[in-house]
């Protein structure tokens, strides 16, 4: 791939990213100019997307433990959340084509991305190793509670989930401030 071809492609990535997030149909845009041309088919644009998906999820995480080391499952299930926020009609492309997938190769293919990010989930949130068996299942349930935390809650941001107490004047200098008002 040459250089101006793979900014090309990454153009018309963010191209489908937006017209996605405008159509939020669940369906893949293949009519946004230039996909004809930077993607093979469906499934090499709904790797890109997945892909986009998993990385700006993973640096949502990354950002939510820093901030919030204590409860690690609730900073996974709100990087989850925020993440769907910020790409929602790229999360909406990926249950679709997980649910329905067009063929075999997009049904394998997406069903590995499910049980990457649910490993990814699970891992972080400090509730399973990374080889172990149960990680589907507690991928699957920071996930589910993650999509009820973003069910009709803005998105919330590291910086803004906690804020240091507003340190206030004893009782005696406010009263001061009275009395010499």
């Not at 369906?27 to 892909?51: H, I, Q």
């Not at 959340?81 to 329905?100: K, P």
């Amino acid at each position: 791939m040459t250089w101006k071809a793979f900014h090309s492609r990454g153009e018309t990535l963010r191209n489908v990213i937006a017209t996605s997030a405008v159509r939020r149909d669940g369906l893949l845009p293949m009519d946004v100019d230039g996909v004809s041309t930077g993607f093979r088919d469906e499934l090499d644009l709904l790797g890109a997307l997945t892909l986009k998906w998993h990385t700006r999820l993973s640096g949502h995480i990354e950002r939510m433990l820093a901030h919030q080391p204590m409860d690690l499952e609730e900073a996974v299930a709100i990087a989850w959340s925020n993440t769907a926020h910020e790409l929602a009609g790229v999360r909406l492309i990926i249950d679709h084509y997980l649910a329905n997938p067009s063929d075999d190769a997009m049904a394998t293919a997406m069903g590995a991305a499910a049980f990457k990010e649910q490993q990814l989930l699970a891992v972080n949130a400090g509730r399973t190793a990374i080889a172990d068996e149960t990680a589907r299942r507690v991928g699957r349930e920071i996930e589910e509670r993650a999509r009820l935390l973003h069910r009709g809650i803005p998105m919330i941001t590291a910086d803004a989930h906690y804020a240091e107490p507003e340190v206030r004047a004893s009782l005696r200098e406010r009263l001061r401030a009275v009395v010499a008002a």
